[in-house]
C-alpha cells in the first residue's frame, strides 16, 4: 500500500516563497510507476487540483499556479519525494494542501481531477499572511 507524508506545512507573507514536501513510499521499486499531485482545500471551499505530474514527465498545473509553482520530484531507492515550490505566494493559496498518487499513467484530458487519484495523504496547512 503506497504511503504519503506531508511532514508540516508553513506560514509566509504574501509575494514570498515556500516548500512544502511529500514522502511517498511503501511500494518498493513500483514507486517509479505512480502518478503524483498535490490538491489543496482553502476554507469551506472543495477539494482542487494544483499540480500533477503524471508518470515522471508530464506536469499539469491549474491556471492559479502556472508560472508560480513548480513541482519537482527526487527518487531515492524506493523513496519518491514530490515537492511543491510555491512563489509569488497570495492570500488565495492558503488551504491545506495534499499529496495523492495513483497508479494510472495516463489521466485522460482533466489530470486535476481528484478523482483520478486514490491515495492520500492527511493534508499540511498553508496560511499565507499580507
Same mark, same amino acid.
Given at each position: 500500500?503506497?504511503? #504519503?507524508?506531508?511532514?508540516?506545512? =508553513?506560514?509566509?507573507?504574501?509575494?514570498?516563497? #515556500?516548500?512544502?514536501?511529500?514522502? @511517498?513510499?511503501?511500494?518498493? =521499486?513500483?514507486? !517509479?510507476?505512480? *502518478? #503524483?499531485?498535490?490538491?489543496?482545500?482553502?476554507?469551506?471551499?472543495?477539494?482542487?487540483?494544483? !499540480?500533477?505530474? @503524471?508518470? @515522471?514527465?508530464? $506536469?499539469?498545473? !491549474?491556471?492559479?499556479?502556472?508560472?508560480? $509553482? /513548480?513541482?519537482? *520530484?527526487?527518487?531515492?531507492? &524506493?523513496?519518491?519525494? #514530490?515537492? +511543491? =515550490?510555491?512563489? &509569488? @505566494? %497570495? *492570500?488565495?493559496?492558503?488551504?491545506?494542501?495534499?499529496?495523492?498518487? /495513483?497508479?494510472?499513467? /495516463? +489521466?485522460? &484530458? !482533466?489530470?486535476? %481531477?481528484?478523482?483520478? $487519484?486514490?491515495?492520500?495523504?492527511?493534508? /499540511?496547512?498553508?496560511?499565507?499572511?499580507?
Amino acid at each position: 500500500q503506497v504511503q #504519503l507524508a506531508e511532514p508540516g506545512g =508553513d506560514s509566509v507573507q504574501v509575494g514570498r516563497s #515556500l516548500r512544502i514536501s511529500c514522502v @511517498v513510499s511503501g511500494v518498493g =521499486d513500483a514507486i !517509479a510507476r505512480y *502518478s #503524483l499531485g498535490w490538491f489543496r482545500q482553502g476554507a469551506g471551499q472543495g477539494r482542487e487540483g494544483v !499540480a500533477v505530474v @503524471v508518470g @515522471v514527465g508530464r $506536469f499539469f498545473y !491549474a491556471d492559479l499556479v502556472e508560472a508560480r $509553482f /513548480t513541482l519537482p *520530484s527526487v527518487a531515492s531507492g &524506493n523513496i519518491r519525494y #514530490l515537492h +511543491l =515550490d510555491m512563489e &509569488n @505566494v %497570495r *492570500s488565495e493559496d492558503s488551504g491545506i494542501y495534499y499529496c495523492a498518487a /495513483t497508479r494510472k499513467m /495516463t +489521466l485522460g &484530458n !482533466a489530470p486535476l %481531477r481528484r478523482e483520478s $487519484f486514490e491515495h492520500w495523504g492527511q493534508g /499540511t496547512q498553508v496560511t499565507v499572511s499580507s
